[in-house]
C-alpha cells in the first residue's frame, strides 16, 4: 500500500516526506522512487526525506516546500501533535498541500493515545490549515490488516484515516495594503465676499487706519440714567396685599415690619471703637472692651452670635 495514487504529485514541485518509527519500513525504497520520478521530471523538483521526530532540529526556512506527506510509511507509529502540524504549515509555502495518514477512532473518547476523527480535523484548524477535506478510511491490506490487529487500539474499532488539507494562500504574519475607494466629501462653496468681512488679521490689528467702534457710542443718554430705588422693590405679594419673600433682601420686609408698628424703619448704628481694634477679636481687645467674648466682625457689621454660642456647654 503506498496510498500515492489519490495524491497530486506535478513535476517540479519540492515534496516533504515524513517518516516515523525505529526502522524504515520494506516500502520506503518504493515510495520514495515514485515520488522522485514524478516530481523530478520537471525543472526544481526535489524530494526531502526525513523522520518524524527531527523536523523541529532541521530548522528548515519558512515556505520551502510545496508539498508535506506524512504518515505513509509506517502509518500505524505515526502521531501528529499541534506543534507538529504547526511546524509543517509553517516550512510549506502559501496554498501548499498536507497529506497524513494516522490510526483514529471513528468516534467518542480516545484511547490508547489513539485520536477521533473529530479531534484529528480539530488539529488541523488550529495548526492554521484551512481546505480540510473530511477525513476517510484508508482501505488496507492483508499485511496491514495483521499489523492492525496486533496493536492494542484495534478492539476499539480504530482505523486508518487520511487527511488532506491546504496552507492559506498568504504568509503568516504577512501584509497588503487595502485600496478603499472612499471618495471625500466635496467642500461648501464659500462666498469669498463674505468670508473676507469676518477676516480680520494681526496685521490690521496693527494698522492705525482701522477704525473701532467706541463702545460709549453705543449708549444713550436713557442708558445712563440711575434707576429709582423704589421701583426695584418687588411687590411679592401681588396688588390687594403686599407681602415679603422668605429670607427678603429688599427691604421690604423692613417696610412692612415699620408700618405695622407705626414706626418708621431705621438702619441699626454700626458699631464703634474707641481703639479700633474691637472688630479683630479678643486678642486685640482691651480688659473693658464691651464687645470682650464675642466673635471677630467687620468694621461697620452688626454683632450676632450663633445659635451654638448661645447654647450652654453639655
Not at 515510495?31 to 518524524?52: F, P, T
Not at 476523527?117 to 490549515?129: A, Y
Not at 438702619?267 to 486685640?284: E, I, Q, R, V, Y
Request: net charge negative; hydrophobic share 35%.
Amino acid at each position: 500500500m503506498s496510498g500515492l495514487d489519490s495524491i497530486n504529485l506535478r513535476p517540479g514541485i519540492t515534496v516533504l516526506l515524513l517518516w516515523s518509527g525505529d526502522k524504515l519500513s520494506e516500502n520506503m525504497q518504493h515510495v520514495c522512487n515514485e515520488i522522485s520520478n514524478k516530481v523530478r521530471s520537471g525543472e526544481g523538483g526535489r524530494i526531502q526525506l526525513e523522520h518524524i521526530d527531527r523536523i523541529f532540529m532541521s530548522s528548515h526556512p519558512s515556505s520551502s516546500f510545496d508539498m508535506t506527506i506524512s504518515g505513509l510509511v509506517n502509518p500505524f507509529q505515526t502521531r501528529h501533535s499541534t506543534e507538529l502540524l504547526g511546524e509543517l504549515c509553517r516550512v510549506l509555502k502559501p496554498s501548499g498541500q498536507l497529506y497524513a495518514q494516522e490510526l483514529a477512532v471513528p468516534s467518542g473518547n480516545p484511547e490508547n493515545g489513539v485520536k477521533s476523527r473529530d479531534k484529528l480535523v480539530s488539529l488541523l484548524k488550529l495548526s492554521g490549515f484551512v481546505d480540510i477535506v473530511e477525513p476517510s478510511e484508508v482501505s488496507l491490506g492483508d499485511d496491514e490488516k495483521q499489523e492492525l490487529s496486533q496493536i492494542s487500539a484495534a478492539s476499539t474499532g480504530a482505523a486508518l484515516y487520511r487527511l488532506q488539507a491546504q496552507k492559506p494562500a498568504y504568509e503568516v504574519g504577512s501584509s497588503s495594503q487595502l485600496k478603499l475607494n472612499f471618495k471625500p466629501k466635496p467642500k461648501p462653496k464659500v462666498d469669498e465676499s463674505v468670508a473676507k468681512v469676518w477676516n480680520l488679521s494681526s496685521s490690521d490689528l496693527l494698522d492705525d487706519d482701522v477704525n473701532l467702534v467706541n463702545e460709549d457710542d453705543l449708549l444713550d443718554a436713557e442708558d445712563l440714567k440711575k434707576p429709582d430705588p423704589s421701583t426695584l422693590k418687588v411687590d411679592c405679594g401681588g396688588a390687594k396685599k403686599r407681602k415679603a419673600c422668605k429670607g427678603c433682601v429688599c427691604g421690604l420686609a423692613e417696610e412692612l415690619e415699620a408700618e405695622a408698628t407705626g414706626k418708621k424703619s431705621e438702619k441699626a448704628s454700626a458699631p464703634t471703637s474707641a481703639c479700633g481694634n474691637c472688630s479683630l477679636g479678643d486678642a486685640f481687645r482691651c480688659a473693658s472692651c464691651p464687645y470682650l467674648g464675642m466673635p471677630a466682625f467687620k468694621p461697620g457689621e452688626k454683632v450676632s452670635l450663633s445659635n451654638r454660642q448661645l447654647n450652654a456647654d453639655a
